[in-house]
């Protein structure tokens, strides 16, 4: 899986760590949810606040 991080228009870089912590958690967060369909392609999430 990739992950991109981006905050306030900059891409942070991500080490491998960082990446399956991200990727892992939000998948499975999301995938646990009634609705998300088993064979989805991509998972976008924006925070703002």
Known sequence: MKAKLVVD???IS???FVTKILTGTI???VTSLRGVKKDWKEI???VTR
């Open 9 to 11: 228009g900059e891409e």
């Open 14 to 16: 991500l080490n491998e």
């Open 27 to 29: 998948v499975g967060a």
């Open 44 to 46: 976008e999430v924006k």
